[in-house]
């Protein structure tokens, strides 16, 4: 992916140094927690419909939901929403801390008329 | 489910809270309704997250995913993990960039990102394609809800519906009606959560929180009726639920309608904030709509119907004949009929105009018209609306599937098309027009491969099914447009400037 623009361009995996760098690596980090929930927990209920012809699953009880009830239909959810606190106050601090050190006047987006084309 | 008279009792209740939205749109002195027809207030990041949820809500989310879990069991939750899970893709990749790149459109973001007027026509008319797909899902939803209410045919129901839907929105757009969203999602979260309450409370279940005392249904199923949910992947193969699963992910990143809730929040942070919130407005109806699916099953089994295969056609109804089975209130049942009601109008509505805009705005001024003024414009999306409303109408005729599998269309396509090109217009300024429009008129064939080269390749039905294409179809998307972006010229040293300054905020200045 070597270009003219590499140097000054924008590459997710290439950052470039600064507010850049810091918000790639959150970025990897969330995402990595958001695809191991996901395809980890679908795995770990396909192993237990295997074992035991599916013992677990008939047998395993947590608040009252079958495990792969309550670990899909509620703890993802709630992982996500988790995992989008997490970042929010990352991305907050993160924002504050860059901007005490320099005179930001983007922070709230351009105004509306000049985002017309 | 076929009723031959109408329901009287919940039409009224149906009536009465199309009239509250109406007149409390009215009322509001808040008017912010953009030309687009994005219409809301902000005024906190709480109830930024209620717009954005009740802006998500629509008839499959209230009837299908209900439906679903009736019918296929744990094949269901794919939906659940793919509608919530696909807003963390939003907000870690794309809310913060699209907020700060400040344009309004799908087709606007892609024009202006590729300098092509090329590109944001194929984005147009992709916007337009998926509004269409999305819709006949809200019409099936919409239709069926007719159909109980006045106790008439399908199909009358369809045009009946069609004719309810397009009065609506003149009516509101005449009389300049503000949607009131946070009131809606208020309205929303009790007329689904209400009835849920009532059926597990008659059962003598733990109905406080419905979305964990379901659960003795599940165990009643077993040791009573001998049905077991516990062989998830058994008929439905791993794979095929994280195709489906990714697939309704990747797809909600690039719904049009839903990236354009953040071009309007105030500020990045409560762009941010909002979607979290959002998502967990969302998360509320999803943590309950598996009970729906779950107790229908079980008044099957106490009618001696425990192993019945049930017909698809009704399974979409499943939420409201629950409600009837277990004998909640009538005026319950005509909360949650209005519920489902108004999830689909609004969903309907604000697809169509989204579609029509996209028609008068981004295709009619550049192809057919460079003179157009905006009020030709304005008479243009009056008209496409129509028109698009006619083409959903004869779509919804004879019935395609369920309402979440035809919404799962829609969001493989946009999983293909829109959010490659959100993607990598981000995240690699070297993307260019060529790359996008390969990628996007890649995405559109791999979206519909299953029906137009399965019978030739059978293995293309398996990789790329037609409710599940974007799992495989969206990387594949990303590297056609690395690769052809690679071999051509890149992109003008304006647009990454752009980029690094305006989007990412990195560079000199």
């Known amino acids: 992916m070597s270009d003219d623009n590499t140097d000054r361009g924008i590459n997710i995996f290439k950052p470039q140094a600064g507010l850049m760098r810091g918000e790639v690596r959150v970025i990897v980090l969330v995402m990595s927690a958001w695809l191991l929930a996901v395809v980890g927990s679908q795995l770990a209920i396909w192993f237990l419909e295997d074992s035991l012809s599916g013992f677990w699953l008939t047998e395993l009880f947590f608040f009252n939901l079958p495990i792969h009830f309550w670990l899909t239909g509620q703890f993802l959810p709630l992982w996500f929403i988790l995992l989008g606190v997490v970042f929010n106050l990352w991305m907050d601090r993160h924002e504050s801390r860059r901007m005490d050190g320099t005179i930001r006047l983007r922070t709230t987006g351009r105004r509306k008329e000049e985002q017309q084309p | 489910m076929m009723t031959t008279s109408v329901q009287l009792i919940p039409l009224l209740i149906v009536a009465a809270m199309f009239a509250l939205f109406i007149l409390g749109g009215l009322g509001s002195k808040i008017r912010q309704a953009s030309d687009y027809g994005f219409a809301g207030s902000y005024s906190s990041r709480m109830g930024s997250g209620a717009a954005i ?119 509101s757009g005449t009389l300049g009606v503000v949607r009131n969203q946070r009131l809606q999602y208020f309205v929303l ?102 009970a729906y699916g779950v107790l229908a099953r079980l008044y099957d089994a106490r009618a001696g119907l425990a192993f019945r295969q049930p017909d698809p056609m009704t399974a979409d109804l499943v939420t409201l004949s629950a409600a009837l089975q277990g004998g909640v209130p009538v005026w319950v049942v005509g909360l949650l009929v209005a519920g489902g009601m108004a999830a689909a109008f609004y969903a ?32 243009m999306a009056k008209g496409f609306f129509l028109v698009l409303a006619a083409g959903v109408l004869l779509l919804s005729f004879k019935p395609m599937g369920m309402i ?78 690395i690769v052809v972006s690679l071999v051509t010229r890149p992109p003008s040293s304006k647009v990454v400037a752009f980029l690094a300054h305006d989007v990412h905020d990195v560079g000199e200045r």
């Open chain 2, 404 to 481: 979440a599998e035809i919404a799962a269309v829609a969001f493989a396509l946009a999983g293909n098309t829109i959010f490659p090109a959100f993607l990598l217009g981000i995240w690699w300024s070297r993307t260019n027009a060529a790359g996008v429009l390969a990628g996007m008129l890649s995405g559109v064939l791999i979206s519909f491969s299953a029906p137009l080269f399965g019978g030739m390749l059978p293995l293309v039905e398996t990789l790329f099914p037609l409710t599940s294409s974007a799992f495989l179809g969206a990387p594949l998307v990303v590297l056609v447009m």
């Open chain 2, 189 to 290: 979260i009790v007329a689904f959560i209400l009835p849920l309450m009532f059926l597990t409370k008659k059962l003598g279940y733990f109905w406080v929180v419905p979305q964990f005392g379901y659960g003795q249904a599940i165990i009643d199923l077993q040791t009573q009726f001998g049905f077991f949910w516990s062989e998830p992947f058994a008929s439905i193969s791993l794979f095929k639920w994280l195709a489906l699963c990714f697939t309704l992910m990747f797809g909600t990143a690039g719904l049009p309608h839903v990236l354009s809730r953040f071009y309007m929040a105030p500020s990045i942070r409560d762009a941010r904030w909002g979607v979290v919130w959002g998502l967990f407005f969302i998360a509320l109806i999803y943590w309950s709509a598996p």
């Open chain 2, 348 to 379: 309907v509505s604000g697809l169509l105009q989204n579609g029509a805009a996209a028609f008068a705005y981004d295709i009619y001024p550049r192809l057919f018209r460079p003179t157009a003024t905006d009020s030709d414009k304005l008479v």
């Open chain 2, 53 to 171: 949820a009740s802006n998500w809500m629509s008839a499959a989310s209230i009837l299908g995913l209900a439906g679903l879990f009736y019918l296929k069991g744990y094949y269901a939750m794919a939906f659940v993990i793919g509608w919530t899970g696909g807003y963390i893709l939003l907000l870690v990749l794309l809310a913060t960039q699209i907020r700060r790149f400040g344009k309004f459109t799908a087709p606007d973001f892609v024009g202006f990102r590729y300098e092509s007027e090329a590109a944001r026509t194929v984005a147009a008319l992709i916007s337009i394609m998926i509004s269409m797909i999305y819709c006949v899902a809200q019409f099936r939803g919409v239709a069926l809800l007719v159909s109980w209410l006045f106790g008439i045919s399908y199909q009358a129901a369809v045009i009946t519906g069609t004719a309810l839907v397009v009065t609506f929105v003149v009516i």
